[in-house]
C-alpha cells in the first residue's frame, strides 16, 4: 500500500531556530512530492519535488528529495512566529488515477 | 488567475439532518476537482474527484455523494449527517491529475 510518513509529528521551536522537517514514502511508482504549508485554513502550495538531489528554495524555505533513500526534508532556517503552522507533504504516485496521497503533517510552533 | 471558492465557511447541523457544500473554481476551464476531509489530527483524506462533468470517483464508502452539474462547480452531499461527518472539508482542484492541487479555503463542518 502507498503511504506518506512525516515526521515529527509535533515540534516547537524558539524563533530564529532552524528546523528539518521530513518526509519518507513507499511507493510502487514515484512521481512527484509535493509540500505544503497550512496556517488556519486551507493548504498553500510550496515545492513540487520531481528530481534527486536539486534543491528547491524560496526564501528561507528549502527542501530537497532522494529518491534512493524514498524521503525529502524540508528546511526552515532563521524561523520566524510566522512560520508556525501545519507543514503536510503529499507524494503523487503514477498508479491508475495518479492520485495525491498525504502525510498526517508536520504542526510547527515557533515561540518568540 | 484562477480562484477556488467554498461555501459555507462554517457549518453546524444536527445529526440526519442533509448537507450540501458548493466549491466553484474561475479562471480555469476543464479542471479536475476534489474532495478532501481533514479530521482533527488527521491528514488529509481523499473522498471524491471529478475529471470532468458528471463523472465521479469516490475514494472510500461513505455517507457522502458528490456531484459535478458544470464544469467549475463541485457539490459534496449527504442525505442524513451522522457525527463522524464533522471535519474540514477542503475543495481542490489541478490542471491534471497527478499535477499540484490547489485548494479552497475550506468548510468547517461540526455535526451536533
Known amino acids: 500500500e502507498d503511504k506518506v510518513v512525516q515526521s515529527p509529528l509535533s515540534l516547537v521551536v524558539h524563533e530564529g531556530d532552524t528546523v528539518t522537517l521530513n518526509c519518507s514514502y513507499e511507493v510502487t511508482n514515484f512521481r512527484s512530492l509535493l509540500w505544503y504549508k497550512q496556517e488556519k485554513k486551507a493548504p498553500t502550495f510550496l515545492f513540487m519535488l520531481?528530481?534527486?538531489?536539486i534543491e528547491k528554495k524560496s526564501g528561507r524555505l528549502s527542501s530537497i528529495l532522494d529518491k534512493k533513500e524514498l524521503f525529502s526534508i524540508l528546511n526552515i532556517t532563521a524561523t520566524q512566529t510566522g512560520d508556525s503552522a501545519v507543514y503536510l507533504c503529499a507524494g503523487v504516485f503514477m498508479n491508475r488515477d495518479d492520485k495525491i496521497i498525504f502525510g498526517k503533517g508536520t504542526r510547527l510552533h515557533i515561540l518568540p | 488567475s484562477q480562484t477556488i471558492h467554498q461555501w459555507p465557511a462554517t457549518l453546524v447541523q444536527p445529526v440526519g439532518s442533509p448537507l450540501s457544500l458548493e466549491c466553484t473554481v474561475e479562471?480555469?476551464?476543464?479542471?479536475?476537482l476534489y474532495w478532501y476531509r481533514q479530521a482533527a489530527g488527521r491528514g488529509l483524506q481523499l473522498l471524491f474527484y471529478s475529471v470532468g462533468i458528471g463523472q465521479i470517483s469516490s475514494e472510500v464508502p461513505q455517507n457522502l455523494s458528490a456531484s459535478r452539474p458544470q464544469d467549475r462547480q463541485f457539490i459534496l452531499s449527504s442525505k442524513k449527517l451522522l457525527l463522524s461527518d464533522s471535519g474540514f472539508y477542503l475543495c481542490?482542484?489541478?490542471?491534471?491529475?497527478?499535477?499540484?492541487?490547489?485548494f479552497g479555503p475550506g468548510t468547517r463542518l461540526l455535526v451536533l
Open positions: 481542490a482542484w489541478s490542471r491534471q491529475l497527478g499535477e499540484t492541487q490547489y
Open positions: 479562471g480555469t476551464s476543464n479542471p479536475n
Open positions: 520531481t528530481s534527486s538531489g
